[in-house]
Nanobody, 119 residues
Framework: QVQLVESGGGLVQAGRSLSLSCAAS????????MGWYRQAPGKQRELVAT???????NYADSVKGRFTISRDNAKNTVYLQMNTLKPEDTAVYYC?????????????WGQGTQVTVSS
């Protein structure tokens, strides 16, 4: 079984920064793409950013230039540095990973961490 544990959410004023981290743990697995998604109240979950094992990144247009995703493959950990936060960034942020467990690739989700940006 593979688990993702997120940390780093909280309340912050607009214009400030916040960082999130997410670590994968378990037995006998390999992590491929990792990413962050978010879900605001009344809205669908949306992609924020993803990062491949190679380090190639992909960002939602709404966060380009403000957010940076990175990872430490040795630690199976992904990070999200969020700068110049806006009230519309308020959401529950979920970590996601594609994990090879046995012979199958499974999508794993973290429990979510709340990010609230006040105006």
């Amino acid at each position: 079984q593979v688990q993702l544990v997120e940390s780093g959410g909280g309340l912050v004023q607009a214009g400030r920064s916040l960082s999130l981290s997410c670590a994968a743990s378990g037995n006998s697995f390999s992590i491929f793409t990792m990413g962050w998604y978010r879900q605001a109240p009344g809205k669908q979950r949306e992609l924020v950013a993803t990062i491949a094992y190679s380090g190639r990144t992909n960002y939602a247009d709404s966060v380009k230039g403000r957010f940076t995703i990175s990872r430490d493959n040795a630690k199976n950990t992904v990070y999200l540095q969020m700068n110049t936060l806006k009230p519309e960034d308020t959401a529950v942020y979920y970590c996601n990973a594609d994990a090879l467990i046995g012979t199958k690739v499974r999508g794993i989700w973290g429990q979510g961490t709340q990010v609230t940006v006040s105006s």
